[in-house]
């Protein structure tokens, strides 16, 4: 003869809801079987209190249950309604709404897999050419590579004795089992029987590897690409870390880059600042000729648009800024003083009126 449900738990057929609850959570608590792991008695009646609870927790089948007792459940041929009953069940569903989850880990898949391996960074120093206008770049990278004989296991496997193969192991607490990764197999659910002889048990051998890398238009010192699954080989079959590919970009030799400006400083004689004329300058495709107008001042600055560094990743050109330097001869021959002492004459301070303001204002200071 069943027991009573309402005797089971301890509770008046009155009980509300809340009540029922924590009249199970007690019952439940005390016969548990992790805690009475050599008691079939208290089995039995923790399954005896999970099924009153999962009775009395349902309203209608409270109400069968008030109405009929346990006649309400026995079918027509007297199967019986509980065949297949999970007593852990009630017992899990209601401490999931505290702990956010099933607390013996039941119905949880195992989170076994290799780790992932370790990202490489690799510092590539590049012509300025390059950086302005892009190129293929060959590296070679000192790495671990997956083991091709293994396939990155280290050999020959069999079960992890300590979880059983579930790449788990239960921990009792008081009250509570805690599932956490094996430290036997590292979650693998397997463990190293026999040793690869390619790379003796670790998974993965060492190698230099060639690898090419395109580098885009306009990158600039301390510029970061990132080659996916180029980095270390994972462990136990995991997936590969990412090789990261740290610009560093020369100086040039006539250029100074201003963000995606460029700034060419281009020196002329005194005579062909005064006179003008057409110079070959320097850009990044090549020479341009640029005319250089009459009267042309030391330190002027000519823009080219459209004639410098491409944006990172697409967009308009910056342009060249071709800065005028007047060279100032520090030797000159007997013939070339001649010459100039005689402009300086003709010249007088009509034809320098920079200068003729300059000492104007000195004047007014002093005077």
Known sequence: MKRDYYEIL?????????EMKQAYRKVAHRYHPDKNPDDPDAEARFKEASEAYAVLSDPEK???????????????AGADPFAGFDPFSSFSDLFSEFFGGDIFGRGRRSTRGGRRGADLRYDLEVDFDVAALGGE???????????????????????????????????????????????SCGGLGQRLKRACSGCRGRGRVEIVQKIGVRIPSGVDTGTRLRLSGEGEAGYDGGPPGDL???????EHPLFERQGTDLLCEVPISIAQAA???DVEVPSLEGKDTLQISPGTQSGEVIRLRGRGLPRLGGGLRGDQLVQIFVEVPTRISDKQRELLEE??????????????????????LFD
């Open 137 to 183: 770049q060959s590296l070679q990278v000192p790495k671990h590579r997956t083991c091709e004989e293994c396939g990155g296991l280290g050999g020959e496997r069999d079960l992890c004795p300590r979880c059983g193969g579930h790449g788990q192991v239960h921990l009792q607490q008081g009250f509570f089992r805690i599932s956490r990764t094996c430290d």
């Open 275 to 277: 006179l003008g004329c």
């Open 343 to 364: 402009f300086a004459r003709v010249s007088g301070d009509e034809v320098n009126p920079r200068r003729r303001s300059f000492l104007d204002k000195l004047r007014e």
């Open 10 to 18: 301890g509770v008046e057929r009155a009980a509300p809801p809340e």
């Open 244 to 250: 990261y590919v740290v610009i560093k970009v020369r």
């Open 62 to 76: 409270r109400a069968a249950y008030d109405r009929l007792g346990h006649a309400a459940f026995s079918g027509a």
